[in-house]
């Protein structure tokens, strides 16, 4: 039924998109959508509105339609092979869909001329052809806002003027630092991405680059000005207005329950103290050591595999891989053995070293790490230590 929609939609779009855009009552304008609870649509969302009331056309083009049933979605997710595409619906449809999840959608109606509309829902046309509609969606670079920021861009009879420098980098702003801006409510979201993300995440960015969230391309719009071909200069925005209004409490509500840095200082002191009780009584506890180093290996795999063979431009390298890495779980079994026997593991010598590093040039490395990561770090550092100290006192 909603396919059948669309077509019709489509049928009707194309049978009166030439004659329509002659007229000055179209208006094409820029909605911006509230956050939402699920990863992918804590940053909002963008979208483009094409109104003709003459001939009863109200349209969304929307460029971030995509499938969770595409064959191998998350390997391809994780690879940086995602394919998003173009996608058109009614605004009702969009409309109610916002309401139901309880996001607000706000509209800034563009100051275009009825030549820069024509050449706007031209290219939206072009956009739209089967062979046009599917693109390689890039997080950062290539997205639901990108998009239709570069399109409108595009259809300007002159340029854009934005209100601040957009292309000199911006001491302080980041990839990581906006992430964090806008997942302070999921702080298991923010861990995720912190282990995923490398140094490149940490680099200064300049103004044009933060337009890949919805919410900064829209205060950017908010100040923008259309400069002709003559030097005329007037407002990009002509009016605003909330469109979708959430009452209560905001879909990106405070998260409940254990934080991870609640969680791994509480690991922290399960394995301090059980490592204490240990090395007093003598007794390897290699079980705790099976399972840290099988987890942290485990782990490692993931950011290898990341920082190898993803196309992500933000997970590599990353010194994350200091701390978990494979050699935890391909050396387990073999340190497993010296540790039960009570010998000294030289790969626990290693790991030592290596973590006693990383902890004390935590402040230097160029890579800000998530907070929940020191205790996780102490905990392999203290179990590699009790190794040390237990094979010490078998000798002695």
């Not at 103004?207 to 030097?231: K, S, T, W």
């Not at 099988?294 to 063979?309: E, H």
């Not at 006693?356 to 020191?374: D, E, G, K, Y």
Request: hydrophobic share 45%; with cysteine.
């Amino acid at each position: 039924m909603k396919q059948t929609v669309i077509l019709l939609l489509l049928v009707v779009l194309c049978a009166f998109g030439t004659r329509a855009q002659q007229t000055d009552s179209i208006r094409i304008s820029l909605l911006t959508c509230g956050a939402g609870n699920e990863i992918y649509s804590l940053f909002g969302h963008t979208a483009i509105r094409y109104e003709d009331p003459e001939h009863h056309i109200d349209a969304v083009f929307n460029y971030g339609m995509f499938s969770f049933n595409t064959p191998n979605f998350i390997l391809r997710f994780t690879l940086g092979e995602t394919d998003y595409q173009l996608g058109v619906n009614s605004y009702e449809h969009f409309a109610a869909e916002y309401a139901y999840l309880g996001r607000d959608v706000r509209q800034q109606v563009l100051n275009l001329t009825p030549q820069e509309k024509k050449r706007l829902f031209a290219l939206l046309e072009e956009n739209y052809r089967p062979e046009n509609r599917v693109y390689r969606y890039n997080f950062f670079y290539d997205n639901c806002a990108t998009r239709p920021r570069d399109i409108i861009e595009k259809a300007v009879d002159g340029s854009l003027l934005y209100s601040a420098d957009m292309d000199v980098p911006v001491e302080g702003l980041s990839f990581r630092q906006l992430l964090h801006q806008y997942t302070e409510s999921h702080s298991w979201a923010r861990f995720g991405m912190d282990l995923c993300m490398g140094v490149q995440a940490d680099r200064p960015i300049n103004r044009r680059e933060e337009m890949f969230v919805p919410f900064c391309l829209q205060g950017h719009f908010q100040n923008a000005c259309i400069i002709d071909r003559e030097g005329q200069q007037r407002p990009l925005v002509s009016e605003e207005a909330t469109l979708v209004p959430i009452e209560g409490e905001d879909a990106d509500g405070k998260s409940e329950g254990i934080t991870p840095l609640q969680a791994a200082s509480l690991l922290l002191t399960i394995v301090a103290a059980a490592t204490f009780f240990g090395v007093r009584k003598r007794k390897t506890l290699w079980g705790l050591d099976l399972l840290l180093f099988f987890c942290a290996g485990t782990a490692g795999c993931i950011l290898a595999f990341l920082a190898l063979f993803s196309q992500h431009p933000a997970v590599s390298p990353n010194y994350m891989l200091f701390v978990f890495h494979p050699l935890h779980l391909f050396a387990l079994p073999w340190m497993l053995k010296k540790v039960i026997n009570q010998k000294k593991s030289r790969y626990m010598v290693i790991n030592l070293a290596v973590l006693t590093l990383f902890i004390s040039l935590w402040a230097f490395i160029p890579q800000r790490f998530n907070f929940a990561v020191l205790p996780l770090a102490l905990c392999l550092f203290i179990r590699s230590a009790s190794n040390l100290i237990l094979a010490q006192k078998r000798n002695k």
